[in-house]
């Protein structure tokens, strides 16, 4: 089933706009950027009314963050009650049992088929890792629009063991679509769950051959570890096509695997997140065409996108410029770099012209590779000369310097300060349970891990870090020696230290990899949100008893400025350090087992 250009606009043909990774919301308290994301989804909702799609097909971060602001919400809902409602009729249905594609909703049917609602343009979307469920409750961002209506929320999972999806089966005249969803689920879970055959995809039972099975997954699909990525070959080989989100690079034309002989598409994120060169890719949306078993996908560029330029040099391969030994060469080098920066500038006024809808000012990265010698120079001072001109002035320079020599080099701890040092664009790529892992292969034996695994204590960290879940790595600690505390008395171990840690070593090392680790994080996300749940409600108490003024940590959509004091932002924690929760006791018999445990997390927070 190529792509073929014989799919035309009739009766069997399905019309389906594909986007992914819209980050709505993202920097949207920057005076020159905050609108972008708004201004394109506009964009993109309204290319869906101008080409009479028949839905709309989200592969995830529709928002940026996890808890978005009102003002992005907002902002999402008025676009999607412009663009999505309204009297036109819809010509395709729904085959498959809803109450099982959208049994995690209240109202498990697809909006257009809601009596109290006029939609004319349908949205199909998976959640990605920006906007994934969280909480007791286990909710998202998108299931706020699903229960106003605005969207459909399909690829729901809540087992951590095993995955069967259920396609959505839609039919317009003869041709059918089975529509299958993985909303975005850790890398290493999911990969594991691939390897153990745990992630099954039905089949409709009749005609199994007779439909287009189209496939959305919000992962990395290039490798970034042994197991921190999904491949291909994984997915299975009756697929037509799969809509690849996560990856912001845009290779929208669908390219063949060989090996499972199905296509692949990566529309790429709508938004320029970070100033690296894949995000210079020019940004597109698909429309898609489905008749029969033959598709077709047009690319559609996106006009709304800052332009974004980024070139490398290297200081060394100049020599006749300059040299280190030169009396002021860092003044030559500066002039260098402004005389690139110009050139990109230059570039982008040319490609600007006759576009009223790019946006005024461009992204600008040069980076300045300064090995051999050189010295770096005021990035801030240099960035005041364009200030007016260019929409990242804080960080149009990125000094990178290759190490010359491997040799000798001794095995050293993490350097917090160099990363602290790197643009905050690149720091917020970090993997937090990444820096974790790090910290601990390189710590010292007396700071290793001896109760928490170091992916369940990363993926902890994460939560505090990500979704604000501020007791998460207590309440994880808590829930991890009760366990250790029961296994201990229950294998009745002798109370002598040295044996006492060989049996929780083991206990430990049993859990690595496997459900079990998952599992435990989710109990403690869902005790600290009870715990904070309980504290909300006694702090309220409070309020209603004392006409003392208390000292409430206020929620504030504003960027913090106070003091470095952590506290729980409106959760009742009255400044308490988080340091001072690191050291613990556990009785166990006549012995004493004394763990510290949360190094590597005071670490990671002062990262961020």
């Avoid at 292969?441 to 700071?447: I, T, Y």
């Avoid at 006492?500 to 206990?507: G, K, M």
């Amino acid at each position: 089933s190529s792509s073929s250009s014989s799919t035309s606009n009739d009766e069997d043909t399905f019309k389906i706009l594909i986007a992914t990774d819209i980050h709505l919301g993202y920097l949207e308290k920057d005076a020159i950027r905050g609108n972008d994301t708004f201004v394109t989804f506009d964009e993109i909702m309204k290319q869906a009314v101008q080409n009479e799609v028949d839905f709309v097909l989200l592969g995830g971060d529709l928002f940026h963050d996890n808890k978005p602001s009102r003002k992005t919400m907002h902002c999402c809902m008025e676009v999607m009650r412009k663009y999505c409602m309204g009297d036109r009729p819809i010509i395709f249905e729904i085959l498959s049992d809803q109450a099982v594609n959208f049994s995690h909703s209240k109202f498990p049917w697809v909006n257009y088929l809601d009596s109290n609602l006029n939609i004319s343009i349908p949205v199909f979307s998976v959640h990605g890792n920006h906007d994934d469920p969280t909480g007791a409750d286990g909710l998202c961002a998108i299931d706020l629009l699903s229960c106003a209506g605005l969207i459909n929320h399909f690829g729901r999972s809540r087992s951590v063991e095993k995955l069967e999806i259920s396609p959505v089966l839609l039919q317009k005249g003869n041709t059918r679509i089975a529509l299958y969803g993985i909303g975005s689920i850790p890398d290493e879970r999911l990969y594991r769950m691939f390897i153990n055959n745990q992630v099954t995809m039905l089949r409709p039972r009749e005609d199994e051959d007779g439909w287009f099975n189209l496939f959305v997954i919000h992962q990395n699909r290039s490798k970034h570890g042994a197991t921190n990525y999904i491949p291909e070959q994984f997915l299975d080989d009756f697929l037509d096509l799969v809509v690849w989100g996560h990856e912001h690079e845009c290779k929208i034309a669908p390219v063949r695997n060989e090996q499972q002989l199905f296509y692949v598409t990566q529309p790429g994120s709508s938004v320029i997140t970070s100033l690296s060169p894949g995000e210079a890719v020019k940004k597109h949306i698909g429309l898609l065409r489905v008749k029969g078993k033959k598709m077709n996908l047009q690319k559609i560029p996106l006009q709304t996108i800052r332009q974004f330029f980024i070139q490398d040099v290297t200081l060394s391969e100049h020599p006749d410029l300059f040299s280190p030994e030169q009396p002021n060469v860092m003044l030559k080098v500066m002039d260098f770099c402004q005389e690139k920066v110009e050139e990109m500038l230059e570039e982008a006024e040319r490609q600007r012209l006759g576009n009223s809808l790019t946006p005024e000012k461009p992204l600008i990265r040069l980076r300045v590779d300064y090995s051999g010698g050189f010295e770096v120079f005021n990035t801030m001072r240099f960035s005041q000369k364009f200030v007016d001109r260019v929409a990242n002035p804080k960080d149009i320079l990125h000094f990178i310097r290759h190490r010359e020599a491997k040799d000798n080099i001794k095995e050293e701890g993490m350097d917090f300060e160099a990363i602290l040092s790197h643009p905050t664009s690149e720091v917020l790529q970090l993997r937090v349970e990444d820096l974790v892992k790090e910290y601990f292969q390189k710590a010292e034996k007396n700071v290793q891990l001896s109760l928490l695994t170091e992916q369940g204590m990363g993926k902890a960290v994460q939560e505090f870090v990500d979704k604000e879940e501020k007791d998460a790595i207590e309440e994880l600690i808590k829930y991890q020696l009760e366990k250790t505390q029961r296994y201990l008395r229950e294998r009745r171990v002798e109370a002598t230290e040295e044996k006492i840690d060989e049996e929780i070593r083991q206990f430990r090392d049993s859990k690595r990899n496997t459900a079990e680790e998952d599992e435990e994080v989710q109990e403690a996300i869902i005790r600290a949100k009870a715990h904070r749940d309980r504290s909300d409600s006694v702090r309220d108490d409070d309020l209603n008893l004392s006409d003392e003024p208390a000292d409430i940590a206020v929620e504030s959509d504003e960027a913090s400025t106070s003091a470095p004091t952590i506290r729980g932002r409106g959760r009742g924690s009255r400044g308490t350090s988080r340091r001072g929760r690191v050291q613990m006791y556990v009785p166990c018999g006549k012995g004493l087992i004394y763990h510290t445990v949360l190094t590597a997390s005071v670490i990671i927070m002062g990262v961020f």
